[in-house]
């Protein structure tokens, strides 16, 4: 994981569309790396000016892999800069 994180926590605490919720209010731009103890990838968002322009998570690309993380609610993230 990144050195620059500026914001992490977990799943349980924060779903990952609270994450987004806060990251577009405060027009963040950077890396969200979602992980769990389920899956051996790291999911991630990469992030623009507050809005999500892509994501990977195992073969998914794109709004599917955004999708798919939606379901996740274990696990950690990690925002950075």
């Known amino acids: 994981m990144s050195n620059n994180i500026v914001l992490s926590g977990t799943l349980e605490f924060l779903g990952i569309s609270e994450v987004l919720q806060l990251l577009g ?26 809005n999500p322009v892509d994501a990977e998570n195992q073969s998914l690309r794109g709004i599917e892999a955004v999708n798919s993380l939606f379901g996740w609610t274990e696990g950690e993230f990690e925002f950075s800069r």
């Open 25 to 50: 209010t405060n027009k963040c731009s950077g890396v969200l790396r979602v992980k769990n103890r389920y899956d051996e990838d790291d999911g991630v968002i990469y992030i623009k000016k507050g």
